[in-house]
């Protein structure tokens, strides 16, 4: 466990905050939500909360650096018959604390899993998105009877992306947007993963590669054994072009990896970051998997 700043200046801090309640305030007004803080053994854990208490909970994790602002968008209508506890987490560009993780020692389930014990949700569903595959991950390593469904994002953990397309897509125009500044290098560099780029995002994108020390650690991938104790159900959604998590390496590792892999959805002409035309399509799939009834876990 690492503590310290993020943030290279903080003024990017204050941009990347800024962007956060941006985004928050572009679909939600100040009555529509709650937001809590919890403290846990790694620090503060900021969590946005939408949806009547008494509606069933629904727990996500946001992608990299995103913040639960930007997961709570792309199903913002779940909130209409579910409790969705968005948890920002520890150590991003979040309104939760900067710790910095250990990979090795499993601190990121131990970070959820307390996370959930203090919000007295001991058996709940799971949505994880992109890097937030990560810490769901983390948390069946570490306490699997937690986790009442598992509904996977365009997820991390399962597979990484071939180095040739990689660097030629995405190392190399990071490496030229790094020394020239210029948006049009970024824009270059989110090609790859952008299915479309909005104004917004372009801004969150450079304030967090010219501002936030990135941790360009790459997520150990789920094992066979890791999931030896857990047993609920899964459900993923994967985008057809994904550079960073390719669907031809992450079907066949999440096929051998989990006993009751329920349903693949496959987004057509999608990057790992679909546009906001698809959010209807990936909320009526996790509204599907939501309801339906397992007696094992139920």
Request: overall charge neutral.
């Amino acid at each position: 466990m690492k503590t310290g700043t993020i943030y290279k200046k903080p003024i990017y801090k204050q941009n990347l905050m800024s962007l956060y309640d941006e985004k928050l305030h572009s679909f939600a007004t100040e009555e529509e939500y709650e937001e809590l803080n919890i403290e846990t053994f790694a620090g503060n854990t900021h969590i946005i909360v939408r949806g009547e208490k008494n509606l069933p909970p629904v727990v996500i994790f946001h992608g990299i650096h995103a913040g639960a602002p930007v997961a709570v968008e792309a199903m913002q209508d779940l909130y209409k018959k579910y409790c969705i506890y968005a948890i920002d987490t520890i150590g991003q560009a979040t309104k939760s604390d900067e710790t910095t993780l250990d990979f090795k020692s499993n601190e990121y389930g131990k970070w959820a899993s307390e996370v959930l014990e203090k919000l007295k949700l001991p058996h709940v569903p799971i949505i994880a998105i992109s890097y937030g595959a990560f810490i769901l991950n983390e948390l069946i390593r570490v306490s699997p009877e937690k986790i009442k469904k598992a509904i996977y994002i365009v997820p991390s953990g399962f597979a990484n992306g071939d180095f040739l397309p990689s660097f030629s897509r995405l190392t190399l125009p990071l490496f030229k947007f790094h020394f020239t500044k210029k948006q049009k290098d970024l824009i270059k560099f989110m090609d790859a993963f952008f299915t479309t780029k909005d104004k917004h995002w372009v801004e969150v994108q450079k304030n967090i590669l010219l501002g936030v020390k990135m941790d360009y650690r790459r997520p150990p991938l789920l094992s066979e054994k890791d999931t030896q104790n857990f047993d609920a159900p899964v459900f993923t959604i994967i985008a057809e072009d994904d550079i960073f998590f390719p669907k031809e390496k992450a079907i066949p590792q999440m096929k051998k990896v989990f006993s009751d892999l329920r349903e693949i959805h496959i987004l057509k002409n999608a990057k790992h970051i679909p546009d906001a035309s698809r959010y209807d399509e990936i909320t009526n799939k996790i509204e599907k998997w939501l309801s339906f009834s397992d007696k094992n876990n139920e």
